[in-house]
């Protein structure tokens, strides 16, 4: 059973909803000013939350959300450095008023929006940018301290990590790309350190995307691939979060790449001494991984087609796992192994910030969409987490993604994933108008019975 407290929450990302990216004194951010592909509408005005804010969280309100986790934009509240404070009243109105509904705003300070001018200036590569969020991050702890109980720090800083060399057309080096991550690391620890001696009435923690690997057989070779994988992709993050240490395996598997990052005797104290209270995670699928020999490849996919590194690992089917139509694999017990790989590891309060299916939606005449596939896929998790929870793992709560539909990170709005439906297209801006799903009306029962009724 869900205790009574258990949040029931959705999620969203600032530079997936928002849009308004140019307004209001907002400094462009790396999505801003990527490319994005051909004759597409333009994917900055995204759902144009910024100018539907109000309407939106009386739509989540209708719902039943007890909480609503979305992210703050670096670049919206701090341009090139210096306060915004029409930034800052965004989110003020924004808190405000879900909690004057009754949802508790769950806070990612970092969804993949890096301020462009920090870009310019080298990024993660560049040590001055831990400084920066550091003053952004106590500048948010001050300002919203009071009203939020639940930070994360950096949303699925291993998926930004692990596209890293992809994302920069392979212009970076994977000691580049690792020294970034490192900086990130240390970067989170320094926000920790000053939210928990700040004296802060909340708690904080990580969002990395975390699932179980699993071997692609049961030869002894093929479970020390998904060990490494696993290592590589999940407890590399976690470990340095949790217990302020880099993973062993993962370190191994780094310096077979020539990426073992320079760690100095500072930046060991600093993740040492400032942990996280909880663990978010993001979960949408499980990996699969075979033994890949010295002379194999090493390739870079998404967080479906996973990481292969020669002398380690490679990735491989499951062909015991169905597919969504965009070709991502469907594993609800995959949910159970991987929150109690993460329990019996670290022992501490688990939120799960995204899980979701992506499906093309149909507006159909009437105003209705049928998207029985995405309540399918929802319940078969929940099902799951209850199995956790009745089998003792220590839930805060479940946020789906997303609440209401947002641009994908690299499918545009083809691919949805809202219990709200968002009327444009990735070629026409069309009215944006709200609709309410059949996933809407579903999870309001589910949410309504505490996830007795799913
Ligand atoms: C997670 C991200 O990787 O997965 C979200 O935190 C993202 O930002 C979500 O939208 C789904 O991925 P995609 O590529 O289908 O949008």
Redesign the pocket.
Known sequence: MFNKNFLWGAST?AY?VEGAWNEDGKEPSVQDVRQVPKDTTDFKVAADHYHHWQEDVALFKELGLTAYRFSISWSRVMPNGKVNPKGVAFYSQLIDELKKNGIEPIVTVF??DLPASLKEVGGWGNRQTIDAFATYCHFLFDTFGDRVTYWQTI??QN?LTLAGKLLSGNQKSWKDIFQENHHMLVAQAKVMGIYHDGGYPGKIGPAP?ICAVYPATSSAEDQLAADYMSAFRNWLYLDAAVYGIYNVQALEVLRSLDAEPEITEEDRKMMKENTCDYVAF?Y?NTACAKANPVSGTTEQG??QKGLTVAGYFASAENPTLPKTE?GWTIDPVGLRVTAHQIYSRYHLPMLIT?N?L?GRDVLEEDGTIHDNYRIDYLRDHIVELKKCVDEGLPFIGYCP??AID?I????GMR?R?GFIYVNRSDFDLKDLKRYKKDSFYWYQTVISSNGQTV
């Open positions: 990302s997936q969804h993949f949303n699925e998926m995307n993001n949408y998404d967080q965009f995204e979701g992506g993604w997303s947002v994908s990170t690299h499918e691919k994933y």
